[in-house]
């Protein structure tokens, strides 16, 4: 941004008002119609990105009450305080994206590990892994969360922690049976027989030929663990008050019928996400398949 | 019926096949055949795997699944190839019956044989329940099933390979077609158990006065069985004619080949060196696994099957020991002992070390490299997700970790050459990166050799490697394997269930039956004279269907 002959970032830090010929010593608000004179005149000019609202920001300048509807400014409205919606949208997807990626690559990585082992030596310490896992599996996992939420104070890390606690013993069962069929193959067999080690034949055989499965099931995981973070939110025991969220937006949609634009913007915000994700799924294993990959 | 379509009815003939096309998304399999079959006549459709003939057969039924056909076949004067879905559904399983390669997934495991029977008598004949289970009796017996009535409840699973068959034979025979297409009706079964389905067939046929349409790579079954014989080759019939005829005299090329394809007898004779270090020795070689005991026993103790009980046996250089035997006779799990993949009794030696002991002191590596395998199926012997040059290289990479990658390449395409497979020179660095199933059954086979190869083994457990191949690659791979055994001194201990492989192949034989070894000796002077019945069983089973 360009004032008075000299050039600003305010993506990097703020600038008092003061700066811009306001009255007081506090960061900018951007969207003040006096600044924003200010900085349309005299040769001065700001580039705005296309959607001019962070997902905290609330427009105290909006010409009807929170929540209003799509207009000019807030393009699909703002939520009950006044936050533009459609940011707190690109935003809370990122969070759920990216929560739901780290999510899936825990569990799947604890669930690979954790199958692998028991399907390739098998025997007792696949029965003992099997118990545990029983065990394990009947903890009420909605309880705890709440439980913990009410120890702790409620944080990203922490939700994440908790979740794949319990969210890799679905696909450890599914890699146990394709390492218990593919341990016996021919292969594997000529492999022992050349002498390679346990681990060198879980990795370089068994493991690429088990892992099917898992392809299959990451898009559906991802969307598993975005709709997880979207309804602990929901129900107020996600992610801090604050922290935009698909889930909280939704919610303030059930506590406000009538702004309509909330729930159906986030409704097919969701939806679209989870309809790529399969797509996205199948394509990924279609890829990864060396006989499909040449055809 | 239309006078158009009565004017194609010719006088004895049952099935009259026409320019039969057989496509596959615009991709022809069958490029337009003609054959017929008179009634009461039995026809051979021969070929190898992937020529074309179980596709004909079944796409005349339209069993085919997404395959386009076009063409024409009388049945009895009706295009079996125009009749709308409705009505073939009525040619199936009552005109026209089909007996399957492989009984256990043609039957539906959660019924019993005699529900399944009955099923047909009631679809097709109209019978009420009770009258069917009189029927699926009478049924089960003609087709010598013992205890027929009790047989009737049993349920596939309970039943052995060849009351399997019988059973589906029985459902085929249910609706007295006039057709009997038999896929492969004896393949999936032990040698001995072969004969008897084929005559149980012939005998049926001659009752019945059926027509069968037998699809087979098996010439011996043809011989034995068949009037009149079709050879196929790459989706064309390339011969047709009487079965004496064809094979006194085959006109084809491609006959020629295949009956030529018997495997030959080429091994090194000269009698063994004494006093020198046998390659495998074993003594008193016992074998177990643990199985459940049944009731309140079973918390506490397992029982053991015996899988091997107290073999002997004795590889020496360059020789070929061959173990034939029914499956299930144990000579897999043997195998798989010599390799030190299983805990065992008694004395194993390679090469005079003993595999426990080399196991304890943790040499078993050096000891690995010594012996080596092969499988019977090329197919589930390679890893589908790693290159060739991974899966003949991977031997390297544990005995020899200090070559490079380039003198790794380097000798795996060398031990590829000698397998005889040579890649085009200019694209050497591709074809290493081709996956297994870019290749053909015998070329995987040959790609199983290399990689056992690879690692200078001196002894090469083959473990039936030859009988998921076609006769004619079967034979290439039997030379294959004869010259490398010429030029490399290489010992093999050989496991088949094919008598013509052992003849040819072996030195000296061992027969087992029940984890037992019934009765060894030198390889010739054995087959030509069995003592123990069972090995005469083998043998004639083997001999009877010899040809040529």
Known sequence: ?295 | MTAEQTGHLRDGVLLDVKNLRVGFGGHDVVHGIDFHIAPGEKLALVGESGSGKTVSALSLLRLVHNAQVSGTAHLNGRDLLGLSEQALRGVRGDDVAIIFQEPMTALNPLYSVGDQIGEVLQLKKGLSGKQASAGVVELLASTGIPEPARRAGAFPHQLSGGQRQRAMIAMALASAPKLLLADEPTTALDVSLRGQILDLLSDLQRQHGMAVLLITHDLNLVSRFADRVAVMEQGRLVEQGGVRSVFEAPAHAYTQRLLASRPLRDVVEEPVEQGALPCLRTRGLRVSYPVRLPGIRGWFKKGAFVAVGGANLQIAQGRTLGVVGESGSGKSTLALAALGLLPYDGELQVEGTDWRQAQEQGESKALRRRIQVVFQDPFSSLSPRLTVEQIVGEGLTVHAPELSPAERREKVVKILAEVGLVPDPKQVGDWLQRYPHEFSGGQRQRLAIARALIVEPQLLVLDEPTSALDVTVQQQVLSLLQRLQCERGLSYLLITHDVDVIRAMAHDVVVMKDGEVVESGACLALLSQPSHPYTRDLVRAAGQSGLV
């Open chain 1, 1 to 295: 941004m360009r004032y008075e002959g000299e050039t600003y970032f305010p993506m990097l830090r703020d600038y008092p008002e003061t700066v811009f010929g306001g009255d007081f010593d506090t960061a900018t608000d951007y969207l003040d119609p006096f600044i924003q004179e200010r900085l349309s005149t005299n040769g001065n000019w700001a580039l705005y990105t296309l959607n001019t609202y962070g997902p905290k920001t609330v427009n105290y300048f909006a010409k009807s009450p929170n929540p209003a509807g799509p207009t000019a400014e807030n393009w699909l409205g703002t939520d009950a305080q006044g936050r533009d919606l459609l940011a707190q949208l690109l935003y809370g997807f990122r969070v759920s994206v990216l929560f739901a990626l780290a999510l899936t690559a825990v569990g799947t990585l604890i669930g690979v590990l954790t199958g692998a082992i028991q399907g390739y030596f098998g025997g007792k310490l696949d029965l003992a892994f099997q118990r545990f896992i029983e065990i394990w599996g009947s903890m009420p996992e909605l309880y705890l969360l709440i439980i913990f939420a009410a120890i702790f104070s409620p944080s990203l890390p922490l939700l994440l922690v908790l979740l794949s606690l319990f969210g890799w013993m679905g696909l450890s069962d599914y890699v146990r049976a394709e390492f218990l069929r593919n341990r016996q193959l021919d292969y594997v067999r000529a492999a022992r027989a050349l002498g390679l080690s346990s681990g060198q034949i879980i990795w370089r055989h068994v493991l690429p030929n088990s892992l099917t499965p898992v392809v299959t099931f990451l898009p559906f995981r991802m969307s598993g663990a975005i709709l997880a973070l979207t309804s602990l939110d929901f129900l107020g025991l996600g992610v801090p008050p604050g922290t935009p969220s698909l889930g909280e937006l939704l919610s303030q949609g059930k506590n406000n019928i009538d702004a309509w634009w909330i729930s159906l913007f986030t409704f097919l915000v969701l939806v679209t996400t989870l309809l790529l994700l399969t797509f996205m799924g199948d394509a990924l294993r279609d890829a990864l398949d060396p006989r499909k990959a040449d055809q």
